[in-house]
């Protein structure tokens, strides 16, 4: 199965009433992890790459090894998306490598820091729109800021400044065109999400499900959802690690999303977590061991299992078999 578009994802789990975990990659390990806990639950896929990504593993890598992961895993299908375009010019560059889903994000300047005016974020979408759909490539925008800093990437606010207004949301989306919409709700990118437990006034449910009502057929995304369980820090910090306590997004909020139009979930952190805790184990406990298979292979089999667990509890798991991917061609013809 060739690399298809997100937009066919995303409706399909729309019909399903399902969500698709979207998860970083960097490497070729992280790409076999995830390609195998897709297989093993019979997923479909969302893998993504940020610009930080694309610098450190070289587009032209990265783009094959996801073509190998379509030939080891052809049953299972699977979308190549860039994680935060900070400009036009960069999500050109992904679509122009073979990228079948691209992110504007025009929340920011070009410079990834600032946030930006609604008429440019409005005029830079739109753009990627245009550019993206000729060829029948998905687009996610994003309206609000989310909070923390990814890649270099992020205003580096707390969560809850720049909130997604829903009615702006609304005439987003309509001068637009897009895909998919990734809003602020209070969530940040990185470990360091929320200092205690999220409740209702640092996770604002309510203003998804209100954007939701306003919106109810754009297909929605969390960012920063990982829900940085306390197992995986518990074992960086046996095994000689400083992590500070930190707590994630709950499991059953983002299913509460699910039930309320998001599509799509970004899950990074909770499998950077899972690498670097059982690398420190091999490490901590057999210091002699310097065949870097030795800790690069429980990585990658850690990183499965823990990528394997929010493929059932977003739904997606047992519907990679559900449908033919339609060609890209064909996408473009029908927007
Ligand atoms: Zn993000």
Not at 219 to 236: F, R
Not at 281 to 304: C, G, I, M, Q
Request: net charge negative; with cysteine.
């Amino acid at each position: 199965m060739p690399l298809v578009s997100m937009r066919q994802l995303l409706d399909e789990a729309a019909k399903g009433g399902y969500g698709v975990g979207a998860f970083n990659v960097n490497d070729m390990e992280q790409i076999q992890a995830i390609m195998e806990a897709a297989r093993e639950t019979k997923s479909p896929v969302i893998v993504q790459a940020s610009r930080g990504a694309r610098q450190y593993s070289q587009d032209n890598f990265l783009y094959h090894l996801m073509l190998a992961a379509t030939e080891l895993y052809p049953e299972i299908p699977t979308v190549l998306h860039l994680d935060h375009g900070n400009s036009v010019e960069t999500c050109k560059t992904a679509i122009d490598m073979g990228f079948t889903s691209v992110m504007m994000d025009g929340s920011l300047n070009p410079d990834g820091k600032t946030p930006s005016t609604f008429e440019y974020n409005v005029d830079a979408t739109r753009q990627v729109v245009e550019m993206a759909h000729a060829k029948g490539i998905t687009v996610e925008g994003e309206i609000g800021c989310l909070g923390g800093i990814e890649d270099g990437h992020g205003a580096g606010l707390d969560g809850l400044s720049h909130l997604t207004d829903p009615d702006q949301a609304v005439e987003f989306v309509k001068l637009t065109g897009l895909d998919a919409l990734a809003i602020a709700i209070g969530t940040s990118h990185g470990a360091y999400k929320f200092s205690s437990k999220p409740t209702g006034e640092t996770l604002k449910m309510a203003r998804l499900i209100e954007i939701h009502n306003k919106l109810p057929n754009v297909h929605l995304v969390m960012h920063g959802s990982s829900s940085v369980p306390k197992a995986l820090q518990d074992i960086i910090n046996q095994y000689g690690g400083k992590l500070k306590p930190t707590w994630g997004v709950p499991v059953e909020e983002i299913q509460l999303g699910i039930k309320n139009g998001v599509r799509k979930i970004n899950v990074d952190t909770d499998n950077r977590l899972a690498i670097t805790g059982a690398i420190r184990k091999v490490f901590w406990e057999t210091p002699e061991k310097f065949d870097p298979r030795d800790y690069l292979t429980p990585a990658r089999e850690a990183f499965t299992t823990v990528g394997a667990a929010p493929m059932t509890q977003f739904g997606q798991a047992g519907h990679a078999g559900d449908y033919a991917p339609i060609p890209l061609e064909e996408m473009a013809r029908r927007y």
